[in-house]
């Protein structure tokens, strides 16, 4: 009888691992609606930024107790109200470079803590020199914190409510410098002029505990450096964000340390935005500066009594206010650039007519609310297109010198202002001549553009990470997938 061979089922052919795309969670917060958690994120920026007009404003209310304390001159009350300035354009340059290499949010914590100090610091002055070298160390700080806390507001800002996002922080700065009046008024006379710096340090370090409770790393920075535990990090913020599916960060980019820091400003790709980006930032600042600093001043000369002239800078303080807001809510229906472009036109041609209808209180009033909303728009348009015209390796460092030249200008236009004036310049043609100035702004914001990507060819939804595909396109070899075994 023949043996039979056993019998063997034929083996099943496996199927091969499904290829399982990861998403690029920059585009898909670009893209998807405003999360309460995104919203958070604005408001505690807002905050911070808030920081920056108590800080401001707090030593213009606290001027006439330290002169008295320390017997300054106008001069050297001047020097000293300047100190800041100068602190806060260097922090500015200084913080951006390091903030792309080591991280927005590390950065913006430590700028934060040399905020703290320098108010701190402030509180125990025992001389001039002193305090100025303390709001020297202060304006650091805060020179960090908007370098790196504007960018990333837009980076966790969606395509559409960017600008909406971006002026409600730059409102902040209104708000902190109106509270930071209405306390010092109450500080002052109760506690001394000291107080009102240590109470500035105490909402600092709060601020500090905000930033480590709720604000994360930038998606940006975690691809294109991919530090440690970078995986992990994006998986969290993808959670808090409201996203679902699986986020990859990517290959880095072949960029990511090559034309880093500010040399890489000036480069081929970038040296005409960035050009542009100065010029506008350091001519709108003159305008804000000029306009602030001066106008009670400038009304007098007109023929205004000192309480009309202190009432036409609370209208611009007012207006200020809303403008910014009005700038956002106007992005989100039209582009932000051009919106920058009118706002600014617009800000030159109410200059003009603010300071010829001074005969006219009302009138004048009136426009000086417009002046208020319009400049101050004019920043809130600043802020938010100058982190679209670089990378993710240069946003920081992008802004943090467009912000420090920005403070030049700043700096120079109540000096500038103050030779002109005591060489004969009449208030209406001083207005008139910084309405030029804010004018040719208007041509340099014109000629700005978004960053566009890596020319090269691939890229994602930035152009700076190829390697990270969106849902459902088909893989290919140079695509980072995950795999696993049905």
């Known amino acids: 009888m023949e043996a039979q061979t056993p019998h063997t089922p034929a083996t099943q052919p496996q199927e091969a691992p499904t290829a399982v795309p990861r998403r690029d969670l920059k585009q898909a917060i670009e893209t998807s609606p405003m999360s309460a958690y995104q919203w958070l994120l604005v408001a505690v920026a807002t905050f911070l930024n808030a920081l920056d007009g108590y800080d401001v404003l707090a030593m213009a209310f606290t001027a006439t107790s330290v002169t008295e304390e320390f017997g300054l001159s106008g001069g050297e009350l001047g020097t000293l109200l300047s100190t800041g300035l100068i602190g806060m354009a260097v922090g500015s340059l200084v913080v951006g470079p390091l903030a792309d290499r080591f991280g927005r949010q590390r950065l913006l914590i430590s700028a934060l803590a040399v905020n703290a100090l ?5 509180a125990t002055a025992g001389s001039a020199v002193e305090l100025g070298a303390w709001r020297v160390i202060t304006g650091l700080g805060i020179g960090g914190i908007l370098a790196t806390v504007t960018v990333i507001v837009s980076e966790y800002s969606n395509r559409r409510h960017r600008g909406m996002a971006v002026s409600i922080f730059t409102a902040g700065y209104g708000v902190g410098a109106t509270l930071g009046g209405m306390g010092a008024t109450q500080l002052i006379p109760a506690f001394g002029w000291r107080s009102v710096f240590f109470v500035g340090a105490v909402l600092t370090v709060v601020a500090v505990l905000l930033v480590l409770a709720f604000v994360p790393e930038s998606v940006d920075f975690l691809r294109s450096r991919q530090p440690a535990n970078a995986q992990a990090k994006l998986d969290r913020i993808a959670r808090r964000t409201g996203q679902t599916g699986s986020f990859g960060l990517g290959t880095a980019a072949e960029a990511s340390h090559r034309g880093n820091g500010p040399t890489g400003l000036l480069d081929r790709r970038y040296r005409t935005s960035t050009v542009l980006l100065w010029v506008a930032f350091f001519l709108i600042m003159f305008g804000f500066y000029f306009a602030n600093s001066w106008t009670p001043k400038l ?3 007109t023929g205004m009594s000192e309480q009309q002239g202190i009432i036409g800078g609370i209208m611009l303080t007012l207006g200020g206010t809303f403008g910014s807001l009005l700038y956002g809510v106007l992005t989100t229906r039209w582009n932000p650039r051009l919106t920058l472009v009118v706002f600014t036109v617009l800000s030159a041609l109410t200059l003009v007519l603010f300071i010829t209808t001074t005969s006219i209180p009302l009138v004048a009033f009136s426009s000086g609310v417009l002046v208020g909303m319009l400049i101050n728009g004019c920043l809130a348009g600043l802020y938010t297109v100058a982190p679209q015209v670089y990378g993710p390796q240069l946003r920081t460092t992008g802004v943090g010198f467009a912000i420090g030249v920005g403070r030049a200008g700043a700096i120079l236009a109540p000096i500038t202002v103050g030779f002109l004036l ?15 100035v804010v004018l040719a702004a208007a041509f340099a914001a014109f000629g700005l553009r978004p960053y566009q990507g890596n020319p090269s060819g691939a890229s994602g939804a930035d152009g700076d990470h190829p390697a990270v595909v969106s849902s459902g396109s088909p893989a290919a070899p140079s695509r980072e997938t995950i795999t696993h075994d049905e």
Not at 118 to 122: I, M, P, V
Not at 428 to 435: H, N
């Open 422 to 436: 005591d060489a004969g310049w009449s208030p209406t043609q001083l207005y008139i001549g910084v309405a030029v």
């Open 118 to 122: 320098g108010l701190g610091l402030s």
């Open 299 to 301: 009304l007098v000369e």
